[in-house]
């Protein structure tokens, strides 16, 4: 009797770590961990057995973490690059699947007390290059403008850099700050101050209208977004090691349901669909 009783208590030893519910781990871009999170609460409130750990780091963070194996999902806020996909391929056998789960408007942010409403895509990309130093050039009051920009391992830093910058270089006198709401901080505080970063987290800061291709100023709003009206919407991504499965892929077919996208508006962001 007292074997039988062992024998099973073993058993039970040896069942109880492949029972126990594994964590869908999402990482990556910084603009949309409070997104993640708050997907990932809600989720494992309807699945109590289901796990999702959320961290940050940046795009190109999660990127990486997606190469090396250490992530079941990515969230990017630009597209994955042709190297980073050889290297998946590379390691895996398979190609990185891309979901876009939500749309954003990278905003530009100033004080509440900048006079300036609405700039260019020239005018911004000449301040942010160094060529306009101060406000009175595009409008504004006699005072040099303070850059805040990303980290280049940032998803908004590449995708800035390409559709404003063309490719450009930064000005060297731009303070790299960790994080969207680090950015919003700085210009909070920052009387002369300008970033940028999603939409989502303009708090406390007032954004600038940015002039479109019909030569008026948009702000970044959810119908200006979906119009394609605001010049630098962009989407937000998930990508996966080859289809996305099992539990990673229920997490991100809630994120894709009517309930997770009603999450993404709640959030600040803009509907896929």
């Known amino acids: 009797m007292m074997k039988r009783i062992a024998l099973a208590l073993a058993a039970a030893v040896i069942l109880a770590p492949a029972l126990a519910q594994a964590a869908v781990t999402v990482k990556g871009s ?71 789960v939500a749309k954003d408007g990278v905003a530009l942010y ?79 505080k920052e009387k002369n101050a300008i970033g940028y970063g999603g939409a989502a987290y303009a708090k406390g800061v007032k954004e600038l209208k940015v002039v479109g291709a019909d030569g008026q100023g948009w702000l970044p709003t959810a119908e200006n977004v979906k119009s394609g009206k605001y010049p630098l919407s962009r989407p937000l991504f998930v990508y996966s090691r080859g289809a996305v499965a099992g539990d990673a892929k229920a997490f991100l077919d809630y994120c894709l349901s009517a309930e997770g996208q009603a999450v993404v508006t709640e959030v600040g962001y803009f509907p896929i669909k």
Do not use: C
């Open 30 to 100: 910084d603009t949309m961990v409070i997104l993640s999170q708050r997907w990932a609460e809600n989720y494992m409130k309807k699945n109590p057995g289901q796990k999702i750990q959320v961290t940050g780091g940046g795009s190109g963070t999660g990127i990486a973490a997606l190469v090396n194996g250490t992530t079941d999902l990515a969230n990017s806020s630009r597209k994955i690059k042709d190297d980073e996909k050889a290297k998946v391929r590379d390691r895996f056998n398979v190609l990185p699947a891309e979901t876009a």
């Open 110 to 188: 100033v004080n509440e007390a900048n006079g300036v409403s609405q700039l260019t895509i020239a005018q911004l990309r000449d301040i942010f290059m160094g060529d306009v130093t101060n406000w009175k050039q595009v409008g504004g009051a006699d005072a040099p403008i303070v850059i805040y920009s990303r980290e280049n391992s940032s998803g908004t830093y590449v995708f800035f850099k390409e559709e404003v910058l063309k490719g450009g270089d930064f000005a060297a006198s731009a303070q790299t700050l960790p994080g969207t709401a680090a950015v919003v901080n700085a210009a909070s």
